[in-house]
């Protein structure tokens, strides 16, 4: 028994490179609930990161009542986090919706029926329909935390049933650059690494990423190597001292703190040191790759010390860090959203798969790259289409790819909006502020907190040009402002899959009824679309299922001949056992652990993506261009220069302002604000300072301060922390619905949303938001009351622990952590799923000559 919210990562696993990582179930039942009172354990996946970890359902009485990581799954081998095992299911019978709402004439909303509420949402939408805007004036922003069935089921009707290029995710926000990176070098989104490169690796990368508080399984799995005898090093890039950054430290890696918002000219610097210390794979590099010469060039200006004064960290860090990169066996690198949500987004993240090119460290066992997703379910978002990517991985640009999809869904291929490119959710929501769009259909999602500028938003939100649907769970800061709020089933309550970052596929059964009236996000739209009447060409209903797996057996039908191939999966085959990594069809029936063994990159133009863009302006380029290149199967290395971002401190905002999370919380709360242990953790938003800033301003540990940029204020008592000078950290999840000061309708009292702050600025290719570099100043409001809420378990650690009580879960955090036995290691169907017999394995030691065995002490011994 442990408390996992003292011990985030509960006890270690140790063990050696080429060696499976050890089974260790985790488990957290309601205490009034012991394990041999459990009516039935219901199978799923934990939606509250990327990571995707396998789990079971406790249900009782019709009711959730715990979790259970899945020994058998080979993402997790059993493990859970704090957020997975306290937030999962505790919010299923708190506050929700259990009645549709619309606004009534007085301005208030009141609950209705289900007729009541879709009638006046198909009125609207057949209104609107018919004035000259047609299709344009409707606007659906939606989630990367629905099941893939939902979101193939609402890009069909916005695709071919109404026409709207005016469809995006939030996924706009978290994982835009990831598939635009991948899209970039490689020609179509796709994750090339495996988790299970971090039990073959010699060194880490995390780019902007801080795994501990973020994928907290996966970052036990990179300490069990770490602590393990031959472990890898690590190498953090993140301006905070997170636990990754002590990990660095402590493997004789390297933590480069680098001023939020300089990323390209490191990363720069990086490729220009591999490149002159000749730690490159020539033959690679000319057999696999374009552009060596035009990326050589350009970042042949970025000297160590020229780098260290733009970023403001030591030169000879970059060097070390350079000389792990080019000199380590295998590298694996991950990539989030310190490098995501900045204004050379892209360029960042295209440098780090330039480097793995560069050394040919990519497609086999300990050389992966993952371009991370941060949500659940994102990679369903950007494959089903219902964000700006057409599904499947097509490409808007190749007339063939529309006609492909035009012949599945017997549709003119004309209605299918390629005819412009995709509208970009900030976009989206311009366009509401303009008036052009008229009905915004918002699922999943709570733009009130997580949107930028949340001054304007709200504005946005309230203007009487706009109508807004809006389906949740839970009547959230956004639910209070809409037209129309809809009761949505939530996990557990739906039956459905969805894909984690390295392309695992989960099968999510329904454990416990929806409360009241919720409908699932698939029921809804189905009824939408029927009411709508949507047809195709001869007249037949446009969508042709009426469940989750007829939707996920007409998603497969999508993916056939494509990189992103699900034919050989079915509901029955994800039962039992462990998630299943696509592609998985007839030459890979058991899935596929990475991809490009081969080198062979989705290049050429009749299967890319995309023709690629200019990543300094996102331009465009041309087909013709594109073929001139002659691509045939080739990755493109893609160079850009640095420039600074488009907000720095100056004397009115002298401070750098960055955003991000800690591990209690998800997002705006709506599921870890409902439960007790994680609430408890990290109870209300706080910022953080540095010692020496701190001192400069006069503030002590938990002085209330403002902060204040350019858009708006916020206020919170002051962590005095281990961050770098010049640069005030704040997490994002504290937005007011349940807030004590707050009458519920508007926020009341302290505000602490972390976008009031920010800007609405995106990067060029991506278009993902900048929510890591902005400017603030920063004042003293009044003296501390006590030590600020900020959990002292990670980063947000203060400086000096005198006086700050330590953040401990007490008696009803209590896990149960179930130890395999050691000498078993992993369960025979965990292993059997980890190397399918019939796919080819390039794990093999065979492959690898260079491999270790455990007895052989690596590099660090
Ligand atoms: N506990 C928890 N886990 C989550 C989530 C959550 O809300 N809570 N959300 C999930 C989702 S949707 C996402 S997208 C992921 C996000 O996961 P992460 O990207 O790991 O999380 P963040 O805290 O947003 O940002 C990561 C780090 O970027 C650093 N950073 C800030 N500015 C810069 C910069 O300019 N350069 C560099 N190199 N680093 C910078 C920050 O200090 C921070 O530590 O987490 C997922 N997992
Ligand atoms: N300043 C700052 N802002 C940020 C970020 C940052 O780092 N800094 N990160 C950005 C990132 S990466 C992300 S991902 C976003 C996240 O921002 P949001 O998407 O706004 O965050 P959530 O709180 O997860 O909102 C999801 C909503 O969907 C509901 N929901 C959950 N499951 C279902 C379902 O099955 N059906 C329906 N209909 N609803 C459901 C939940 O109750 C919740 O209200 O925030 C972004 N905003
Ligand atoms: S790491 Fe992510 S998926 Fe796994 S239990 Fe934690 S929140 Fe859930
Ligand atoms: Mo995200």
């Not at 006890?11 to 039935?40: G, I, K, N, Q, Y």
């Not at 493997?251 to 002159?276: C, D, F, K, S, Y």
């Not at 971002?645 to 302002?657: A, S, T």
């Not at 036995?821 to 190397?835: K, V």
């Amino acid at each position: 028994m442990t408390d996992r919210i003292a011990d985030v990562w509960g006890a270690r696993t140790p063990h050696a490179r080429d060696t499976a990582w050890p089974v260790r179930v985790d488990s957290h039942l309601d205490a009034s609930v012991a394990e041999a009172d459990v009516d039935r354990w219901v199978q799923s996946a934990c939606v509250l990161c990327s990571n995707g970890c396998g789990c079971d359902i406790a249900v009782k009485d019709g009711r959730m009542v715990g979790v259970r990581g899945r020994a058998a799954d080979t993402v997790n081998h059993g493990r859970l986090g704090p957020k997975g095992l306290y937030g999962s299911w505790q919010w299923s019978r708190t506050d929700r919706l259990t009645h549709p709402l619309v606004r009534a004439a007085d301005g208030n909303l009141v609950e209705c029926d289900w007729d009541t509420a879709m009638d006046r949402i198909v009125e609207r939408s057949r209104h609107l329909l018919a004035t000259d805007a047609g299709a344009l004036s409707h606007g659906f922003y939606t989630s990367g935390q629905l099941f893939l069935e939902e979101y193939y089921t609402l890009g069909v009707i916005g695709k071919a049933g109404l026409g709207t290029p005016h469809m995006d995710g939030n996924t706009r926000l978290c994982t835009a650059t990831a598939a635009a990176a991948l899209k970039e070098n490689f020609g179509s989104d796709g994750q090339p690494g495996s988790y299970s490169d971090i039990e073959a690796t010699d060194a880490v990368f995390l780019f902007g990423h801080n795994m501990a508080e973020t994928q907290t399984v996966l970052w036990m799995r990179v300490l069990d190597r770490v602590h393990g005898p031959n472990p890898p090093r690590i190498v953090a890039v993140d301006p905070r001292t997170t636990k990754v950054a002590e990990a660095a430290r402590a493997t004789g890696g390297v933590h480069l703190a680098p001023l939020p918002g300089t990323n390209q000219a490191l990363m720069n610097a990086l490729t220009r040191e591999v490149i002159r210390n000749g730690w490159l794979d020539e033959q690679y590099i000319a057999a696999h790759t374009l552009g060596y010469d035009e990326l050589k060039a350009t970042v042949e200006p970025y000297t160590p010390e020229h780098a260290a004064g733009i970023c403001r960290v030591p030169a000879d860090d970059i060097r070390r860090a350079a000389e792990i990169f080019g000199t380590s066996e295998r590298v694996l690198s991950t990539v989030l959203q310190g490098f995501y949500q900045s204004h050379q987004a892209t360029a960042a993240s295209c440098a780090v798969n330039n480097l793995h090119l560069l050394r040919g460290l990519l497609g086999r066992p300990g050389c992966g790259i993952l371009q991370m997703n941060g949500q659940p379910t994102a990679e369903n978002t950007r494959e089903c289409g219902a964000d700006g990517d057409l599904p499947g991985f097509r490409n808007w640009d190749n007339p063939e790819h529309v006609r492909q999809l035009a012949e599945l869904w017997n549709v003119d291929p004309m209605i299918i909006p390629h005819w412009a490119p995709p509208t970009h959710a900030l976009q989206i929501w311009r366009y509401c502020e303009q008036g052009s769009i008229g009905l915004l259909w918002i699922s999943g999602t709570n733009p009130a907190v997580s949107l930028p500028d949340l001054p304007r938003i709200r504005k946005i939100l309230q203007q009487d040009s706009l109508f807004t649907i809006v389906q949740d769970g839970f009547l959230t800061e956004t639910a209070r402002m809409a037209d129309v709020v809809l009761p949505a089933a939530l996990w557990g309550e739906k039956q459905g899959t969805f894909t984690n970052v390295n392309r695992t596929v989960h099968l999510s059964e329904q454990a416990v009824e929806p409360p009241g009236q919720a409908r699932s996000d698939l029921e809804i739209w189905l009824d939408y679309a029927r009411r709508m009447d949507f047809r195709d060409a001869d007249g037949a209903p446009l969508i042709k299922w009426s469940d989750p797996e007829g939707a996920f057996e007409a998603w497969k039908e999508c993916t056939r001949g494509r990189l992103v191939d699900y034919t050989g999966l079915t509901y029955d085959k994800l039962r039992g056992g462990s998630g299943i990594p696509w592609p998985v069809n007839e030459e890979a029936p058991q899935g596929t652990e990475r991809l490009y063994a081969d080198a062979d990159f989705p290049t050429r133009p009749e299967d890319c993506e995309t023709y690629g863009h200019d990543l300094l302006t996102g331009g465009v380029l041309s087909e013709q261009e594109y073929r001139a290149r002659y691509p045939d199967g080739r990755a493109f290395l893609k160079a850009a220069a640095y420039v600074p971002p488009p907000e720095q401190p100056g004397r009115e905002y002298p401070f750098v302002l960055t955003t991000g999370r800690t591990v209690y919380h998800f997002h705006t709360r709506t599921k870890t604000g409902r439960s007790r242990q994680l609430r408890r953790a990290a109870p209300a938003v706080w910022a953080e300072l540095s010692v020496s800033d701190a001192a400069r301003l006069g503030v002590r540990e938990g002085d209330l301060v403002q902060l204040e940029s350019p858009r708006g204020v916020m206020r919170a008592p002051v962590r005095i922390g281990r961050g770098r000078d010049g640069v005030v950290f704040t997490p994002f999840h504290y937005g007011y619905w349940d807030r004590p000061d707050s009458d519920g309708t508007a926020p009341g009292g302290e505000p602490s949303a972390a976008n009031e702050l920010t800007l609405t600025e995106w990067d060029p290719v991506s278009k993902q938001p900048l929510f890591k570099t902005g400017a603030v100043r920063v004042t003293k409001i009044a003296d501390a009351t006590g030590p600020s809420p900020a959990p002292t378990t990670t980063a947000s650690a203060p400086a000096d622990p005198d006086g700050v009580p330590a953040t401990a879960g007490g008696p009803d955090a209590e896990v149960t952590e179930h130890l395999h036995d050691p000498h078993a290691t992993t369960p025979p169907d965990a292993e059997a799923a980890a190397t399918p017999p019939d796919a080819p394995a390039p794990g093999d030691a065979a492959d690898h000559p260079g491999r270790t065995t455990a007895a052989d002490p690596g590099p660090e011994g």
